[in-house]
Every structure is written in structure tokens, then in C-alpha cells.
């Protein structure tokens, strides 16, 4: 017979510690604490796989029972009790180590659910440490993995290694070109959730009217067009990752959408007459201020929350030249073993010349930079010239190309609209907004000149 699970509920209210005992008392072994000095003296003599806690007690609170469980139980799970005003505190509990929150009030299946959910991650972890008692997280590397040592990236590798270790959902920021989807990548690789796949979805690059049959599928027939069932990304990454990148071009229904799929595990395909559950983990990046788009009506409060519990934000490579000879010196021996070029060394003043560099694109601009010099250098050693001939170091042409006011006036549209291209990532509805105009006046651009 399967061992009963042992759960620990603290609240002040009698009534939920009541409909708690009610919900799992047949399936579970139930524990109720009516304030969190007696939970904190229940946890000092006995072990429980779960505990589900209110947020707000008189004496010892919900933070304090979480972090002495976490100090002295770390495999046992906790679930969060929360009214509307204390979201933002059940959202700093799930970064301190909580699996999910509930808010309050709930309805009896919403409780059922998050503590089966809960229930189940511990013992897919516990199998999964039996299964790999050698921690393959710590020698995992990956082919371009995040490089640097500077302070600013030893902290992303520890928000790295504790998202992997939590599994819950996480949110990357940064410029264009710093290595978002990298980190998630790292994240996936390293969770328990490794073999299972990894989901990846460029939100901006897909039409608005797509988008939503992309993320959750939808039946034949659903529109015009739909001549089968096609399965979403979500369904596609259950049991594993779904990748979302900049998801701050997100439509209000979209987010809409995406919410309920963290607070209740399941969405509805386009068309579908039943909802479908699923069990991902999200990880979402974008290279916008969400906290800003929140203030001014464009991104929801709630879904800002869910996703940012985990927040890693990747600084830009302006603010970390240290770790410039590193990356040189990783995107050389990378592009030297892809192209069979000999190259035995790099001059000393690349690094230097390199570091005097803005690189508005990041990372992804240095790399592009080395695999050209690489390509182009005719000799076993890169030299200052091998980088600078493709432009990464030459400063911008001085004065306009001509006289003439019509071919200036060109060159200026053209310069434009490549550095907003440049510094967009290629996304065109952000380049758009950058320059101020329309997509339909950036793609007429587009087409004059004969930009690819």
C-alpha cells in the first residue's frame, strides 16, 4: 500500500483548517496548527512531505515557518495561504523556496490541486536524486554556455543554479544580444526536468492573429484555414519547458490566456469544447521594462507576478568589459574548431581594443565579430586589423557621404534603420517603435532600399 502523505496546514481561521482536514483527510495525513509558533513546534519534532501555511498570523508568520522548514526539511514542499492585498508577499515566499500560493478565498478544488501538484513534484525529485546520485547539474556544460566571471554574471549563475533547483517559473531580462535564451537553455539542462524537452517560442516573430494557436493548439475548423488538430507549444513541452521570449509583445488576451495556464495548469485549445491540463514549467525573457508596461495598462499586474518570481537580469556587455578576453577568447577556439582555421594566438592589443568597444549588440555582436575575424584573418595569429577591418572598432564615418541633399537624406534613412535593426535584434515591430514610425512605413523602408 502507498505511504499516505504528510501535510502540515497552519492558519489562524479554524473554518480552513477545517475545509483542509475535510479536502485530505482520506487520502492524507493531516496536521492543523492554528498559528505558526505551534507549527514551528510541530516542524521541531516531526517531518512533513508538505506544508501549506497563511501568509499573515499573529506571532511567528508565514515567512518564518517557510524558512525554518526550508533550514530544517529542504526536500519538503510549502504552499502559500494569501489574501488579494499580500500577493506581492506570496510572490517573495516563492522565491525564498515555496512551491506555489493559493489566494484567497479559493474554491476546494483549486486546494486539491496545488497540494497534489505539490505533492507530486516532491516525489518526481526524490526519484529523480535516487536515480542520479552523482549531481549532473554541476558538470554540465553546454556548447557556448554563459561565459565571465565578472560579479554581475557569478550572480546570474546563481540565480541560474536556484532556478533549476526550484523549478518554478522564471523571467529574463536584458538588452538584445545578452544571452537570454542561453540562460534558459542552462536553466532546463540543469532541473530535473532535463530529459524532458525544452520548448522554444520567439513571441514577436509570430504573427498576433497566429499566436495564440502556436502556444495552445487548436481543432480542425476552429478558422478558416484550420483543415486539421495541431497541437500547441504547450502540449508539445508538457512534463517539460516552454520557452517564451520577448513576451512583452504579448496581446492583453494572449496574457489573459497565459495566466490561467500558471494559476491553474490547463488552457483550451482554439475551438476545443475541453480544457486540456498540462504541467510545464515557463520560462519567460524579454528585453522591455514589464514593470513600466504594468504601470502604463499594457501587461497585467497578476501575470507579472506569476512570471517574475524568479527575476535574472543579464547585464550588457558595457557593463562587464572584464569578461570580454574571456568571451574572445571562447568565441575564437569555438569558431577555429567549426571553420579548421589555425589560429595559434591573438595579438595582446585585441583584447584592449575590443574592451574600448560599446558593443550595442551584446554578446551575440562579439561572437559575430570573432567568427568574421576568424573567417577573414589570413594569418595563424588574430590581429587588431583582422577585428577592425569588419568594423567592430572603427568609429562611425565622419561628416555625410556627399553634397548632394537627396543622397544624404537616403543615407541617413538607410543608417537608421539599420542600427534599429541592429539594436532590435531583427524583431521589426521594435525597430518600428524605436525609429517612431509605423511596421507598414518600416517595411515600405524596408523594400526601397533593399534591406534584407
Not at 508568520?61 to 499580500?86: C, I, N, Q, S, W
Not at 490547463?266 to 528585453?287: C, S, W
Not at 535584434?425 to 523594400?447: C, T, V
Request: with cysteine; glycine share 8%; net charge negative.
Amino acid at each position: 500500500m502507498e505511504t499516505r502523505a504528510r501535510v502540515l496546514v497552519v492558519d489562524d481561521k479554524e473554518n480552513i483548517l477545517k475545509l483542509f482536514a475535510r479536502l485530505l483527510e482520506d487520502t492524507h495525513d493531516v496536521t492543523c496548527a492554528g498559528d505558526g509558533a505551534r507549527a514551528l513546534a510541530l516542524l521541531g519534532t516531526q517531518e512533513f512531505d508538505l506544508v501549506v501555511t497563511d501568509v499573515r498570523m499573529p506571532g511567528a508568520d508565514g515567512f518564518e515557518v517557510l524558512r525554518t522548514v526550508k533550514a530544517r526539511h529542504p526536500d519538503t514542499e510549502v504552499v502559500m495561504m494569501t489574501g488579494y492585498a499580500t500577493v506581492t508577499d506570496a510572490v517573495e515566499a516563492m522565491r525564498a523556496g515555496a512551491y506555489d500560493y493559493l489566494q484567497k478565498p479559493f474554491q476546494p478544488d483549486a486546494a486539491t490541486e496545488v497540494v497534489g501538484r505539490a505533492l507530486e513534484r516532491r516525489r518526481l525529485r526524490l526519484q529523480a536524486e535516487a536515480l542520479a546520485p552523482t549531481p549532473r547539474a554541476a558538470t554540465l556544460e553546454l556548447p557556448g554556455g554563459v561565459v565571465g566571471h565578472s560579479p554581475a554574471m557569478e550572480e546570474v549563475h546563481r540565480l541560474i543554479a536556484q532556478a533549476a533547483r526550484l523549478d518554478i517559473t522564471v523571467l529574463i531580462t536584458g538588452e538584445t544580444g545578452t544571452g537570454k535564451e542561453m540562460v534558459a537553455r542552462l536553466i532546463h539542462h540543469r532541473s530535473a526536468q532535463r530529459d524532458m524537452p525544452l520548448i522554444k517560442v520567439n513571441c514577436a516573430a509570430i504573427p498576433e492573429t497566429l499566436l495564440e494557436s502556436e502556444l495552445f493548439g487548436h481543432v480542425r475548423g476552429a478558422f478558416t484555414g484550420a483543415t486539421m488538430t495541431k497541437r500547441g507549444k504547450f502540449a508539445l513541452a508538457d512534463g517539460g519547458s516552454i520557452f517564451l521570449d520577448e513576451i512583452g509583445t504579448m496581446t492583453p488576451a494572449i496574457q489573459s490566456k497565459l495566466l490561467r495556464v500558471l494559476q491553474e495548469r490547463e488552457f483550451e485549445p482554439l475551438g476545443a469544447e475541453r480544457t486540456q491540463k498540462v504541467d510545464v514549467r515557463v520560462i519567460a525573457a524579454t528585453n522591455r521594462d514589464l514593470k513600466q508596461m504594468v504601470s502604463d495598462g499594457k501587461f497585467q499586474e497578476d501575470l507579472y507576478y506569476r512570471l517574475n518570481v524568479i527575476p535574472v537580469e543579464i547585464p550588457p556587455l558595457r557593463e562587464r568589459r572584464e569578461d570580454i578576453p574571456v568571451l574572445m577568447e571562447h568565441f575564437v577556439e569555438k569558431h577555429r574548431q567549426r571553420t579548421g582555421k589555425r589560429i595559434d594566438g591573438v595579438d595582446e592589443g585585441v583584447a584592449e581594443t575590443l574592451q574600448r568597444y560599446d558593443w550595442p549588440g551584446n554578446v551575440r555582436e562579439l561572437e559575430n565579430t570573432i567568427e568574421r575575424a576568424v573567417v577573414l584573418t589570413t594569418g595563424p595569429i588574430l590581429t587588431t586589423a583582422s577585428v577592425s577591418m569588419i568594423g567592430a572598432t572603427s568609429a562611425p564615418p565622419p561628416g555625410l557621404p556627399s553634397l548632394r541633399l537627396h543622397q544624404n537624406l537616403e543615407w541617413v534613412e538607410r543608417e537608421t534603420i539599420r542600427r534599429a535593426l541592429e539594436q532590435s535584434g531583427g524583431i521589426k515591430k521594435d525597430a518600428a517603435e524605436q525609429m517612431g514610425i509605423s511596421q507598414r512605413a518600416l517595411s515600405y523602408y524596408l523594400a526601397k532600399y533593399r534591406i534584407d
